[in-house]
């Protein structure tokens, strides 16, 4: 069935795209704010080192308990789903799924 006049779905889309198209430059979320200049051009400001590491052994053995809680949740839900893949082996010996049951 080919409809010949688009259908209000679509035009609604378009309206919407044409709005966010159009509305973007005039949005308020869009505009830079004005930056004050209160820092002194003569201080050289060192970046904040950045050390991907944990602090203290708190933190370390927090690590340590999620990677394991991790891989022991993988461990469980691949146990239930080799479970499931039995059912259905066995289920399919059965011919439970089969149209034409003997």
Not at 17 to 32: D, K, M, N, R, Y
Request: a positive charge.
């Amino acid at each position: 069935m080919i409809l010949k006049k688009p259908s209000f779905l679509f035009i609604v889309c378009f309206f919407l795209v044409f709005l966010a198209w159009v509305g973007t430059p005039i949005c308020l979320s869009q505009q830079e704010a004005e930056q004050s200049v209160t820092s002194n051009p003569q201080e050289k400001q060192e970046p904040e080192k950045i050390i991907g590491a944990p602090q203290d052994a708190k933190q370390k053995m927090g690590i340590w308990v999620f990677v394991g809680w991790m891989w022991i949740s993988v461990l469980v839900l691949i146990f239930f789903l080799r479970l499931k893949i039995k059912e259905v082996d066995r289920l399919c010996q059965l011919r439970f799924f089969s149209a034409k049951k003997d």
